[in-house]
């Protein structure tokens, strides 16, 4: 499987921004997909998830603000990021499972900033 990241980029506090992470590979495989991030000095953490049948699950912190969403036919997985703030700051990545192997896309970089 492998996934490509993009989306970022600079937007100021209060702004949205999209991410997209285009799987290819294996997919049928795929039985979950994540976003997730790692701000500089720490530790990569997790955002948000969406499984096969669509049920969606988000980290305290950006729940009501960050909507995950896909596209069967793209196969493609959205992060829509709204009302961003500061501590958004990150490199973010998508992550999915398959066959019970975790696989990586490179990040992609979210800056909030005035």
């Known amino acids: 499987v492998q996934l490509q990241a993009s989306g970022g980029g600079l937007v100021q506090p209060g702004g949205s921004l999209r991410l997209s992470c285009a799987a290819s590979?294996?997919?049928?495989?795929?039985?979950?997909m994540g976003w997730y991030r790692q701000a500089p000095g720490k530790q990569r953490e997790w955002v948000a998830g969406?499984?096969?049948?669509?049920?969606?699950i988000y980290a305290t912190s950006v729940k009501g603000r960050f909507t995950i969403s896909r596209d069967n036919a793209k196969n493609t997985v959205y992060l829509q990021m709204n009302s961003l703030k500061p501590e958004d700051t990150a490199v973010y990545y998508c992550?999915?499972?398959?066959?019970?192997?975790?696989?990586w896309g490179k990040g992609t970089l979210v800056t909030v900033s005035s």
């Open positions: 969406i499984i096969s049948g669509g049920s969606t």
């Open positions: 590979g294996s997919i049928v495989k795929i039985t979950r």
């Open positions: 992550g999915a499972n398959a066959g019970g192997v975790d696989y």
